[in-house]
């Protein structure tokens, strides 16, 4: 895959990427935003139910959606899925790179080469995508080196989505608030 050096984005009008905290509004006020952009929606989910707390919450987001929207499930194939699914003619709502990139180290991939070609297939499409993610960086530093690495590399990766993406929101209490705007 094409790498995206560091210090000369690509910027695109098609990438939005939309953060915030547990319960902060930000799935939600993704899928408005793909429900209000008029075109088909494909829904591409990252999580996965290791327990039956998390298979409930799945079940609630898929009841949640409309019928009519495509839904895929990723473990760690998103970039393929981006690849594969955008058109000029649709948006993609990726709920959430929280949960891809724990599943991109719990399965043992390369974080550096996966966020690579996470950024290069979102440079390379063709439609609308909307990105969701927690924004756990704000807190104190985690015990465990391996969650420190989670937060760390979860970090960097807003940070280069960031810098490719046209608009960046922060949900505060369900009020979006403009990082940056197209």
């Given at each position: 895959?094409t790498?995206?050096?560091?210090d000369?984005?690509?910027v695109?009008s098609t990438?939005?990427?939309?953060l915030?905290g547990?319960r902060?509004g930000?799935?939600?006020?993704?899928?408005?935003m793909?429900?209000?952009?008029?075109?088909?929606?494909v829904?591409?989910a990252?999580?996965?139910?290791?327990?039956?707390e998390?298979?409930?919450?799945?079940?609630?987001?898929?009841?949640?959606?409309p019928?009519?929207?495509?839904?895929?499930?990723v473990?760690?194939?998103?970039?393929?899925?981006?690849?594969?699914?955008s058109?000029a003619?649709?948006?993609?709502l990726?709920?959430c790179?929280?949960?891809w990139?724990?599943?991109?180290?719990?399965?043992?991939?390369?974080?550096h080469q996966?966020?690579?070609?996470?950024?290069?297939a979102?440079?390379q499409?063709?439609?609308?995508?909307?990105?969701?993610?927690?924004?756990?960086?704000?807190?104190?530093?985690p015990?465990?080196k391996?969650n420190?690495?989670?937060?760390?590399?979860?970090?960097?990766?807003?940070?280069?989505?960031a810098q490719?993406a046209?608009?960046?929101?922060?949900m505060?209490?369900?009020?979006?608030?403009?990082v940056k705007?197209?």
């Open positions: 895959m790498k995206i050096p560091a000369k984005p690509n695109t990438v939005q990427l939309i915030g547990a902060s930000k799935s939600a006020y993704a899928e408005r793909a429900s209000e952009s008029g075109v088909k929606v829904y591409i990252t999580a996965q139910a290791f327990d039956d998390m298979r409930a919450r799945i079940q609630q987001h898929q009841a949640d959606r019928d009519h929207w495509q839904s895929i499930e473990v760690c194939e998103l970039p393929q899925a981006i690849l594969a699914q058109t003619d649709n948006v993609l990726v709920d790179l929280t949960l990139l724990m599943s991109v180290m719990h399965e043992g991939k390369d974080i996966s966020v690579s070609e996470l950024l290069a979102l440079s499409a063709k439609g609308r995508v909307l990105l969701v993610s927690n924004e756990i960086t704000m807190g104190v530093v015990m465990g391996e420190r690495l989670y937060v760390d590399e979860l970090g960097r990766l807003h940070q280069r989505i490719l046209s608009d960046v929101t922060l505060v209490a369900g009020i979006p608030m403009a705007s197209s």
